[in-house]
Nanobody, 118 residues
């Protein structure tokens, strides 16, 4: 079983940057695609970005394209989310997750909170 631990969240001002990290422990991390999700207060969980097992295919939700970058270092069992030009609407708890071979996200971290002030 893989365990995920997110870090890097915090309180920043609009226009600032943050880099979130998600460290994986357990099963072979490099076999799996990964995703970053976020959940704003009072809203549902939203898929923000995904990356395939090798790191050469990424997908982003429209609202973060050009500002966020997902990447991974399989040697360090870590996936990252670089967030630039942050906006107040990016405020949320951010989660990383493992995508199973069947396509569902079935292993989640505990989340890291990002707050962007205007």
């Amino acid at each position: 079983q893989v365990q995920l631990v997110e870090s890097g969240g915090g309180l920043v001002q609009a226009g600032d940057s943050l880099r979130l990290s998600c460290a994986a422990f357990g099963r072979i991390f490099s076999d799996y695609a990964m995703g970053w999700f976020r959940q704003a207060p009072g809203q549902g969980r939203e898929l923000v970005a995904t990356i395939n097992w090798s790191g050469d295919m990424t997908v982003y939700v429209d609202s973060v394209k050009g500002r966020f970058t997902i990447s991974r270092d399989n040697a360090k069992n870590t996936v990252y989310l670089q967030m630039n030009s942050l906006k107040p609407e990016d405020t949320a708890v951010y989660y990383c997750a493992v995508r199973s071979k069947l396509g569902s996200y079935n292993i989640w971290g505990q989340g890291t909170e990002v707050t962007v002030s205007s």
